[in-house]
């Protein structure tokens, strides 16, 4: 079983500051989807890095919150949804 981790803690003490999926194998295949709550995408990659920091599209740090994540692999078809809080 894979964990993904569902808080992140952006604030600068070097800290669980990024979104770290380092336990998903192959992450480079998933493409990924950060919506807020209204279900606005506000981040999407296709080639993930463990660098979301709770920064939008446009790199504007989002506010704290909830957001909802959805991942699919483009090879096996694997998803992975949940939620983030920031």
């Known amino acids: 079983?894979?964990?993904?981790?569902?808080?992140?803690?952006?604030?600068?003490?070097?800290l669980n500051e990024y979104w770290d999926l380092i336990e998903i194998p192959d992450i480079l295949l998933y493409d990924i989807i950060i919506s807020d709550r209204q279900g606005k995408r506000v981040y999407t990659s296709s080639s993930y890095m463990n660098?979301?920091?709770?920064?939008?599209?446009?790199?504007?740090?989002?506010p704290t919150g909830v957001y909802f994540y959805y991942m699919k692999n483009r090879q096996t078809n694997d998803e992975f949804r949940g939620y983030i809080q920031v």
């Open 1 to 14: 079983m894979v964990k993904i981790p569902n808080l992140i803690t952006p604030n600068k003490d070097k």
């Open 51 to 62: 660098d979301w920091n709770a920064v939008d599209s446009d790199g504007n740090e989002l």
